[in-house]
């Protein structure tokens, strides 16, 4: 365990809680390649500050990396229209790019009958 998440850890442990501390950990845990630990933390972020476009946009980038691509549009779908409400457009052209991904994602598990037209 990274020394940066056993701080977050144990500022959680001690009982503090924010949505800005579920993220820091959600992120440091996503970037330590834990990315299944870091969903639930994310999740609780947005939880607690549903306008978080931080949060929404590493959730869905984490989704799509674990191969979740309904989640991940979901997630995407909520996140561009909070980020544009805010007027955070960097985070909602990057959520439309995970959604893409997530769309080429949930294509290749529909299998090759999705009408592609393979020979």
């Known amino acids: 365990m990274s020394d940066m998440i056993e701080r977050f ?3 959680l442990d001690g009982g503090q809680d924010s949505a800005m501390l579920r993220f820091s950990l959600g992120n440091a ?3 330590d390649g834990q990315l299944e630990a870091a969903v639930p933390h994310l999740e609780r972020a947005l939880e607690l500050d549903g306008g978080y476009s931080a949060a ?3 959730l869905a980038k984490t989704l799509v990396q674990l191969e979740r691509p309904e989640a ?7 996140g561009i229209r909070v980020a544009t409400e805010k007027g955070d457009l960097q ?3 990057e959520m ?3 959604a893409k991904r997530a769309r080429k994602q949930q294509a290749a598990m529909d299998g090759p009958g999705d009408g592609s037209g393979g020979a």
């Open 72 to 78: 991940a549009l979901s997630t995407c779908e909520r």
């Open 56 to 58: 929404w946009k590493l």
């Open 91 to 93: 985070a909602a052209k």
């Open 29 to 31: 845990l996503a970037t």
């Open 9 to 11: 850890q144990n500022m």
């Open 96 to 98: 439309e790019v995970f």
